[in-house]
């Protein structure tokens, strides 16, 4: 999820200002430990929203105090939350940080795959028993959304886990593997291609 279509979401409920949307992004979330966005990010959205025509600021006048910044969503920024609210969410599953490390391991020859293999389940195994903690701790009368979020990511580490276990066992015949290698390109500068006659 994008902190740019979660703000347009929030001020579509009503005009906010940063500091409340700051808190109301946390509340959905489930907290700054399952999505950490700084006040910073907040307003920098929020100014980059505006440029696109897609929220309008508004001063609010205070007794004894500064004005008080008010964001409302423009009709613009209603078709951009429809438009979000109807396509589908594409997984980041192809980019993987730890897949690139690993096949550079086994690349480069300047680490062990095997020990990136159980440096990261060691890691994934800590992450799993916190997020378990969590949603043991979870109330389903009231934290349901939340405990499904948990559940999710929970599966997804454990698929990670189970990805990780067929990679030891097949690392021997993955390094018998020629190393890939991009394919050759001619050097210097295109030929041109001969003009056509009128």
């Not at 907040?42 to 025509?53: A, D, F, Q, W």
């Not at 078709?79 to 897949?99: C, K, M, N, Y």
């Not at 389903?140 to 990511?153: F, G, K, T, V, Y």
Request: hydrophobic content about 35%.
């Amino acid at each position: 999820m994008s902190v740019r279509n979660a703000l347009l979401g929030l001020l579509g409920q009503r005009p906010r200002h940063g500091y409340e949307l700051h808190a109301a992004f946390e509340a959905v979330v489930g907290g700054e430990q399952i999505w950490d966005v700084k006040p910073a990010q907040i307003y920098t959205t929020l100014s980059r929203l505006k440029e696109s025509g897609l929220v309008v600021e508004k001063a609010l006048e205070q007794e004894g105090g500064p004005e008080k910044r008010i964001y409302e969503i423009t009709a613009e920024g209603r078709q951009e939350l429809v438009d979000w609210f109807a396509a589908p969410i594409t997984t980041g599953h192809q980019r993987d940080e730890f897949f690139v490390k690993l096949m550079l391991s086994l690349v480069t020859e300047r680490a062990d795959p095997c020990k990136l293999i159980y440096t990261q389940r060691a890691s994934l195994y800590k992450e799993l028993h916190d997020l378990t903690t969590q949603r043991g701790s979870s109330d389903p009368a009231s934290e349901l959304a939340h405990i499904m979020m948990l559940d999710r990511a929970i599966m997804h580490l454990e698929a990670d886990l189970r990805w990780l276990d067929m990679m030891e066992a097949r690392i021997d015949e993955i390094r018998r593997q020629p190393v890939p290698e991009p394919e050759p390109r001619p050097r210097g500068r295109p030929r041109r291609r001969p003009r056509k006659e009128r």
